[in-house]
């Protein structure tokens, strides 16, 4: 599970360029759920997005996997503009980029079996016939470690690390080189998680697929991710490899996240250290730095001009006056 370091020797598989999500809120307003996000996924590697709950990382990667369309802005993919395919094109290219999702009895029929789940994506593309059906499913278990034996199961049947893994079989099944994973293993006990990522991390060496994982865990993410972007109030506040999470983060926000982590884990019966006041509104947010009001390094440049990435290291940017 050790990341890798060199981002820019890979080879970028999808960008997000300049990309905005707009609502709109009540009274007339307008909420900036994603604010002018640039990301790029690199092809084989794995990039977490990490944030508190409203932060717009889940909003993101609907963008990606095509649900919700950006508001400004364009997610190349293959050097393609995604969101400006239709029909069929579009149809096709969701084939490329899967989902899984963080409850997957929530994301099943109950009145499924396994063999109906895995396959259903290869029979609604055609790319299977019927009597192919139980063979590949079996196939797509195996690849994902479950018993042949389970395809006649139903969900309901099997633990939540089962499910999980039948969530990545039937995304596996139409060979994805992209697979968002959207709190895939927030739900599941702490051994679980770990066995699903070691899973994760072997599909990706055998098969080359991108990873791009939103997570509010951020001990579990920088532990496998290559890349992770931290995201606050709907902007990208720092990005860096994730292997140098724990030893260079810059952010006040990512060190106040880090913080947490790290006092949780060497005190269990000290209050956890985090942030005081809460996040503002993203209807609402102030001008210039998103994080001003819960930052204790705060200047007053920083309640005028909103910070933008500036690059302070290979692979290493971060929004903020202080550097
Ligand atoms: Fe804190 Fe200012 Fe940096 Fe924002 S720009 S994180 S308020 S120091």
Do not use: W
């Not at 029929?109 to 290869?122: G, Q, R």
């Not at 890349?227 to 030893?247: C, D, K, R, T």
């Not at 947010?285 to 705060?298: I, K, T």
Request: charged content about 25%; some cysteine; proline content about 5%.
């Amino acid at each position: 599970m050790s990341p890798e370091k060199n981002e820019n020797a890979a080879e970028a598989i999808l960008r997000a360029c300049h990309v905005t999500k707009q609502f709109p809120a009540s009274g007339g307003r307008t909420l900036k759920a994603c604010n002018d996000i640039n990301l790029t996924v690199y092809r084989g590697k794995t990039l977490g997005i990490v944030g508190e709950s409203g932060c717009g990382k889940s909003t993101f990667v609907k963008m990606i996997v095509q649900m919700f369309q950006p508001t400004e802005g364009e997610i190349l993919f293959d050097g393609k503009d995604i969101t400006k395919l239709k029909g069929e094109e579009l149809r096709q290219s969701r084939r490329k980029i899967q989902m899984v999702f963080q409850d997957p009895a929530a994301a099943f029929s109950p009145k499924m079996k396994i063999i109906d789940i895995v396959t259903e994506p290869l029979m609604n593309f055609k790319l299977i016939k019927r009597s192919e059906r139980e063979a590949k499913a079996k196939e797509l278990l195996r690849m994902v470690e479950l018993p042949e034996d389970f395809v006649y199961r139903y969900p309901h049947n099997m633990s939540g690390g089962q499910r999980q893994r039948v969530g990545i079989a039937r995304a596996l099944a139409l060979e994805p080189e992209i697979i968002v994973c959207d709190e895939a293993t927030s739900a599941l006990d702490v051994s679980v998680q770990d066995r699903i990522i070691e899973l994760l991390v072997k599909l990706q060496k055998e098969k080359g697929i991108s990873f791009v994982f939103i997570c509010h865990d951020m001990a579990l993410v920088q532990s496998f991710a290559h890349q992770l972007a931290v995201m606050y109030l709907g902007n990208i506040v720092e990005v860096l490899p994730g292997s140098e999470v724990a030893s260079n983060a810059q952010h006040p926000y990512t060190q106040a996240l880090l913080s947490a982590i790290f006092s949780t884990k060497m005190d269990f019966t000290k209050k956890i250290e985090s942030i005081e006041s809460e996040a503002p509104s993203p209807v609402d947010a102030p001008p210039g730095c998103p994080f001003q009001n819960r930052c204790d390094r705060c200047m007053d440049i920083c309640r005028k001009e909103k910070p933008s990435l500036k690059t302070i290291g290979e692979g290493h940017e971060v929004a903020c006056h202080l550097f």
